[in-house]
């Protein structure tokens, strides 16, 4: 092979270690602009992602991805010619790597990004020798996922000829007779279960969980005269709640309708309160309507708690229990608020969810207010200073400052009221004078006041914008902005759904059944139909005046004034 030829094939990969150096760089400041990302979140994703898929040929994949992703959905609303021209140039230079010709129809199309990086976990928890030594490049997720579920089928095929286990330290927690009994397997997972089961021994969801312990549902059976036990179902079971989480059988499928004798006695137990389901393709969970109508009526009249998710939903409503579910499943339920009880998400401060989910008059305001907008903006453009300080002033402080000029400054105020026959000057006609003649620093003060109170009460007119609208949410579902903390700055918020939406949302196109199943649904909805916290600006733009800051500052230097003019 040529030197040419061997670049030319390992270019993919030397370009992943170069964009490896620093992942940040990956994502512009033309990119965060371009799309209104905000570049904590992007941070944030960056932190998950090295933590989750640990090398550097899969983390530059993954984020590659998430920007084309992210200039994918932007150009739904920005028709800008700059950022045209900008994805268009991101579009050819990623194929042109890629060796492809993907559009942005095609990012658009990769499932949202938790999932995804959820599923790779899960196929690393698997320690699977072709999907660990897999390098990445520029495949698209499918394409991957579909390879790497050839690997694990064949991965459980081979580990399920030979599921004996030699029982240890295992105590027995359920004897369901005929040779059946449920381990509890002091462990909040277990290796040895997940390579007999075919599946990751809830490595990735019970790693450091103490409160989680591994069930195993185990037949006896003899070898050689040996005793060895064949698990035939995993249950994770949520010791603090009684209740349990993850249910499958073998290579993560339902359990075998032969277990079920075993599994409705587990069922029956004072120990199990309730499910709550959740973990790895929750619709593969063991779900009480595996079981026969009888069996399953007789089970849910004693432990009307053990009915699947939507059941329990449709039959009680959004009860404490169904929150409890929603909430064991990985959900956050802010039970002190009644109407709007489920947390969609949670901002650190304001400007945090401002960054997030604001609009582009929002986020605008908001780099104003905190500084750290490039554009620059006089607030006092236009402004006549000397126009409203004149007309704002009441009676007894113009005469302080007549008795000021009067004291300290005859000749100009005799020349004053000449030019006015003899009376006291026009006050207007005395402060054009001033004006003119320059003479004193306090006058500068002055004329700078009305600027100051212009910039105050516009800024304030911001704040209140801002402040005012933060229920403002666009999206389809009845969502409300809640305010955790006094300052309103500096209070961390929640973005929650409104509790008969919960109700409503069900999809039976993702096969809702468990608390799980339910979370996942509504987490791929979210990140299709994004909310947006809509703010308006004032038809003739932002322009209050602080008459109240104006009249304290004039009043301070007024003080000064009529100080100076009684020691002279």
């Keep these: 092979m040529k030197l040419l030829e061997i670049l030319k094939y390992y270019e993919r990969y030397i370009d992943t270690l170069l964009e490896a150096v620093n992942y940040n760089q990956m994502f512009s400041p033309a990119l965060i602009q371009h799309v209104g990302a905000n570049e904590s979140t992007i941070k944030s994703t960056i932190t998950e992602v090295k933590k989750g898929l640990v ?16 200039i994918a959905k932007a150009l739904n609303k920005n028709k800008t010619p700059e950022f045209l021209a900008y994805s268009e140039k991101e579009l050819k230079k990623y194929n042109s790597k890629a060796g492809s010709n993907f559009t942005y129809e095609d ?3 990769i499932p949202p990004f938790k999932k995804l990086l959820s599923a790779l976990t899960h196929y690393y928890s698997m320690k699977i020798h072709n999907v660990e030594k897999y390098v990445f ?25 030979d599921r004996l286990i030699v029982n240890r330290n295992e105590g027995v927690f359920l004897d369901v007779g005929g040779g059946w009994k449920w381990f509890d397997l002091n462990r909040s997972f277990c290796t040895e279960e997940g390579e007999a089961m075919g599946h990751c021994g809830n490595e990735q969801n019970g790693k450091g969980d103490a409160n989680q312990t591994v069930l195993s549902l185990r037949l006896k059976t003899m070898v050689d005269g040996k005793v060895f036990w064949i698990p035939h179902a995993t249950f994770i079971y949520h010791k603090a ?7 499958k059988g073998v290579d993560n499928q339902k359990p075998e309708d032969e277990t079920h004798n075993a599994i409705v006695k587990l069922l029956y137990d004072d120990r199990i309160l309730s499910i709550s389901g959740g973990g790895w393709e929750p619709h593969h969970n063991f779900s009480v309507n595996d079981l026969d109508d009888a069996t399953k009526d007789a089970l849910l009249a004693k432990k009307p708690n053990l009915r699947n998710f939507v059941e329990k939903l449709e039959a009680e409503g959004i009860t404490k229990s169904v929150l409890k579910d929603l909430e064991r499943a990985g959900a956050t339920i802010d039970y002190n608020n009644e109407e709007y009880p489920y947390v969609l998400e949670t901002f650190k401060s304001l400007s945090d ?3 997030e989910i604001g609009n582009s008059t929002a986020k605008w305001i908001m780099g104003i207010l905190e500084g750290s907008s490039k554009e620059y903006i006089d607030f006092a453009e236009g ?20 008795n000021y000029i009067r004291v300290n400054h005859k000749e100009l105020y005799d020349e004053a009221e000449e030019e006015n026959y003899g009376d006291d000057p026009d006050w207007y006609d005395l402060v054009d004078a001033i004006d003119d003649d320059w003479f004193e620093g306090w006058v500068e003060e002055f004329k700078r006041l009305p600027g100051d109170a212009q910039t105050s009460g516009t800024q304030a007119e911001m704040a209140d914008a801002l402040t005012d609208n ?23 918020y929640t973005a929650n759904l409104r509790k008969y939406e919960l109700k409503d949302f069900i999809d039976f196109d993702y096969e809702i059944s468990d608390a799980g199943d339910f979370i996942e649904a509504l987490d791929e909805h979210m990140a299709e139909d994004n909310m947006e916290l809509k703010v308006d600006a004032p038809y003739n733009g932002f322009m209050d005046f602080d008459m109240k800051s104006f009249d304290q500052q004039v009043k301070q230097q007024l003080e000064e004034l009529e100080k100076k003019t009684n020691e002279t």
């Design 107 to 109: 990012f658009k199309k």
């Design 55 to 70: 090398r550097e040929d899969r983390i530059v994949w993954f984020l590659r991805l998430f920007k084309m992703n992210m």
């Design 137 to 161: 490049s520029y495949e698209m997720p499918d394409e991957i996922i579909e390879q790497f579920e050839e690997w694990e089928d064949a991965h459980v095929a081979r580990f399920s000829e």
């Design 353 to 355: 969810m401002v960054e």
């Design 470 to 492: 933060l229920d403002s949410l666009e999206h389809e579902f009845d969502i409300g902005v809640f305010k955790h903390g006094d300052n309103v700055w500096d209070a961390k």
């Design 241 to 247: 709640e009684k209740t349990l989480g993850e249910m």
């Design 383 to 402: 402004l006549d200073d000397a126009q409203v300080f004149k007309d704002n002033l009441s009676y007894e402080q113009e005469e302080i400052i007549r």
